[in-house]
């Protein structure tokens, strides 16, 4: 079975500084997509960068980026120059291809950016 | 484009009274739908999916005769808590996805308060 964890469940970045949030996942498929999602205060579940697993290359939108590790087993989600609105609960999730459409979703890491 | 809807965004109701929650793909067709439920600064739990015109699959442990899913069409889905007491409270939220697409599209939320 697919697990997908994430070991940070706080963390805090100056405001313009950078931060990386980690997502490490286990399966057996070798076709697959990871997400990152974030949920700011009003719960709004927005989808904030999407992987390929066939992908080599790292996908970027904007300030966010993430080192996919496909080896390793690991999708980290680098955030650049921290805005106050990026506070936010960041949730790692998996797709897996042969599944049944649903996401494996990872406890989520709560960051504060700090003025 | 991609926006989900959802209607209400709270409600309160009393003790053994039903609550039904919709889910609107607004510009898309969403073959497949899904009901997540969000404990207080915890992560997303799947409830059960949808396929347009079939019967939902449920996860384990949830009960189907007291969540009723209903998704007639392919823009709309239903979630119905039947004579919901008050550990039924949370934030309840629905996805929707086009068919051979592995992105999810998340609703608002709805927060359900039982008295």
């Known amino acids: 079975a697919q697990t997908v964890t994430q070991s940070q469940p706080e963390m805090s970045v100056q405001e313009a500084e950078t931060v990386t949030l980690s997502c490490t996942y286990d399966?057996?498929?070798?076709?697959?997509?990871l997400f990152w999602y974030k949920q700011p205060p009003s719960r709004q579940m927005i989808l904030v960068i999407r992987q390929e697993a066939y992908k080599q290359q790292n996908a970027t939108e904007n300030r966010f980026s993430v080192n996919f590790q496909k080896a390793a087993k690991s999708f980290s989600l680098k955030i650049s120059d921290s805005q106050l609105g990026d506070t936010a609960m960041y949730f790692c999730?998996?797709?897996?291809?042969?599944?049944?459409?649903?996401?494996?979703f990872g406890t989520g890491t709560r960051l504060k950016v700090l003025a | 484009g991609a926006v989900v809807s959802q209607h209400p965004s709270r409600v309160i109701c009393k003790s053994g009274t039903s609550v039904k929650i919709e889910c609107r793909s607004l510009?898309?067709?969403?073959?497949?739908m899904f009901w997540y439920r969000q404990f207080p600064k915890q992560s997303l739990m799947l409830m059960a999916t949808s396929n347009e015109g079939s019967k939902a699959t449920y996860e384990q442990g949830v009960e189907k005769d007291k969540f009723l899913i209903n998704h007639a069409s392919l823009t709309l889905s239903t979630l119905t808590v039947t004579s919901a007491h008050p550990e039924d409270s949370s934030f309840y939220i629905c996805?929707?996805?086009?068919?051979?697409?592995?992105?999810?599209?998340f609703g608002p939320g709805t927060r359900l308060l039982v008295l």
């Open positions: 996805s929707a996805r086009v068919r051979d697409q592995e992105t999810q599209y």
């Open positions: 510009d898309f067709q969403a073959t497949t």
């Open positions: 399966t057996s498929e070798n076709n697959y997509y």
């Open positions: 999730a998996f797709w897996g291809s042969t599944g049944t459409y649903k996401y494996i």
